[in-house]
């Protein structure tokens, strides 16, 4: 026989109240003139312990202070598709930590969907509300939203570099300026002066911050800036070979594996003619396909220390709640958290080939 969920009713009855007081204590207020003493809320609180009345995760929520659950939303579809497996290592990490800290973990996939990408509008700011707080994960972010999530104080940490209205925004993210401008440094040492950059030119902030890291290192070597537009792989290998290029960082989404098919399929090889070295874990691996020199993005640990971070952040909003005067329990350190990305050795970097200069310069 299934079990009888319990209602409003047995709580009230259990506790020896009416069903009003209960929905008074759920709701955290009474009505003017009604007054609900400390020990009768104690009742409906236990009563509602012993039931395991859930009929709504707010109420519990307004009860108990928190409810023990922090949410994630993705501003793309989360689980791989065709082999690109970019949310992997974030979720790998928020569960281990979520299973350490004692607290469930609730995926938001219910957001509606505008342009390809989900959106908090309409209902999705009253659905967060069942979590104490979020994780937010995604490139194509909207900065309304995380502009909203500012002004109602609704706990939040983004996975990744974020600002909205040069506010820096709650985040854990990897240092992409600081390894890719290492990359630049790798090469050079190993005597390469044509080096360039293949990636897309958008506004996201990884990108954002590979270019950065790109054009600080390059000035600093007092070296040109070569960039290659990656639209199309072919066209790509074209302007690598006419250039005479003898190293290429590339981004990882625009398909590595294809541009070093291409580069060899032009008798300019990786690495013997081309270095390359990939700014971050492939999205789309092939099978026995080749070990990248470059960096990975420490996608684990952003994933767990988001969680910490965004645990911390509740606690210090329930304290804060608590509280006549506001504990400092954070600083900007804590809120804004870069981490580094490991160099990845690989076999597609080399020294630089002699002949391969000697081809037009630009």
Same mark, same amino acid.
């Given at each position: 026989?299934?079990?009888?969920?319990?209602?409003?009713?047995?709580?009230?009855?259990?506790?020896?109240?009416?069903?009003?007081?209960?929905?008074?204590?759920?709701?955290?207020?009474?009505?003017?003139?009604?007054?609900?003493?400390?020990?009768?809320?104690?009742?409906?609180?236990?009563?509602?312990?012993?039931?395991?009345?859930?009929?709504?995760?707010?109420?519990?929520?307004?009860?108990?202070?928190?409810?023990?659950?922090?949410?994630?939303?993705?501003?793309?579809?989360?689980?791989?598709?065709?082999?690109?497996?970019?949310?992997?290592?974030?979720?790998?990490?928020?569960?281990?930590?979520?299973?350490?800290?004692? @607290? =469930?973990?609730?995926?938001? %996939?219910? #957001?509606?969907?505008?342009?390809?990408? $989900?959106? !908090? *509008?309409?209902?999705?700011?009253?659905?967060?509300?069942?979590?104490?707080?979020?994780?937010?994960?995604?490139?194509?972010?909207?900065?309304?939203?995380?502009?909203?999530?500012?002004?109602?104080?609704?706990?939040?940490?983004?996975?990744?570099?974020?600002?909205?209205?040069?506010?820096?925004?709650?985040?854990?993210?990897?240092?992409?300026?600081?390894?890719?401008?290492?990359?630049?440094?790798?090469?050079?040492?190993?005597?390469?002066?044509?080096?360039?950059?293949?990636?897309?030119?958008?506004?996201?902030?990884?990108?954002?911050?590979?270019?950065?890291?790109?054009?600080?290192?390059?000035?600093?070597?007092?070296?040109?800036?070569?960039? @290659? =537009?990656?639209?199309?792989? %072919?066209? #790509?290998?074209?302007?690598?070979?006419? $250039?005479? !290029? *003898?190293?290429?960082?590339?981004?990882?989404?625009?398909?590595?594996?294809?541009?070093?098919?291409?580069?060899?399929?032009?008798?300019?090889?990786?690495?013997?003619?081309?270095?390359?070295?990939?700014?971050?874990?492939?999205?789309?691996?092939?099978?026995?396909?080749?070990?990248?020199?470059?960096?990975?993005?420490?996608?684990?640990?952003?994933?767990?220390?988001?969680?910490?971070?965004?645990?911390?952040?509740?606690?210090?909003?329930?304290?804060?709640?608590?509280?006549?005067?506001?504990?400092?329990?954070?600083?900007?350190?804590?809120?804004?958290?870069?981490?580094?990305?490991?160099?990845?050795?690989?076999?597609?970097?080399?020294?630089? @080939?002699?002949?391969?200069?000697?081809?037009?310069?630009?």
């Amino acid at each position: 026989m299934p079990r009888r969920r319990f209602t409003q009713a047995d709580v009230a009855a259990m506790a020896g109240v009416s069903q009003s007081t209960v929905s008074f204590v759920l709701n955290g207020s009474a009505p003017a003139g009604v007054r609900i003493s400390e020990e009768t809320r104690s009742r409906v609180i236990e009563a509602m312990r012993i039931t395991g009345y859930s009929a709504n995760p707010m109420a519990q929520r307004l009860a108990g202070g928190r409810n023990q659950i922090l949410g994630v939303f993705t501003y793309e579809k989360t689980f791989p598709r065709g082999g690109q497996d970019f949310y992997g290592g974030f979720l790998n990490g928020i569960e281990q930590a979520a299973e350490q800290l004692g @607290v =469930d973990m609730l995926l938001f %996939t219910s #957001a509606r969907v505008v342009d390809g990408r $989900r959106r !908090l *509008t309409r209902d999705g700011w009253q659905r967060l509300g069942i979590a104490d707080g979020c994780l937010l994960l995604g490139q194509q972010e909207d900065q309304s939203e995380l502009q909203h999530l500012l002004d109602t104080n609704y706990p939040f940490v983004f996975i990744g570099k974020r600002t909205s209205e040069g506010r820096m925004l709650p985040f854990v993210g990897a240092d992409y300026v600081e390894a890719t401008a290492r990359q630049v440094s790798r090469l050079t040492a190993l005597g390469h002066t044509r080096i360039g950059y293949a990636g897309p030119r958008g506004t996201d902030q990884p990108t954002l911050d590979r270019i950065e890291g790109y054009t600080r290192a390059m000035r600093e070597a007092g070296l040109p800036l070569r960039l @290659v =537009d990656v639209d199309d792989v %072919t066209d #790509a290998a074209d302007e690598i070979v006419e $250039r005479g !290029l *003898t190293a290429i960082l590339v981004a990882p989404e625009h398909h590595p594996e294809e541009l070093a098919d291409e580069l060899a399929a032009r008798g300019r090889p990786v690495p013997q003619h081309v270095s390359m070295l990939l700014l971050g874990q492939p999205l789309h691996p092939r099978k026995g396909g080749r070990s990248w020199s470059g960096f990975v993005v420490p996608r684990e640990e952003m994933g767990a220390r988001a969680v910490v971070l965004l645990s911390r952040i509740v606690e210090q909003e329930s304290r804060a709640e608590g509280a006549s005067r506001r504990e400092p329990v954070l600083d900007d350190a804590d809120y804004h958290q870069l981490l580094p990305c490991p160099d990845v050795d690989g076999a597609t970097i080399a020294d630089v @080939v002699s002949s391969s200069s000697e081809r037009n310069p630009a």
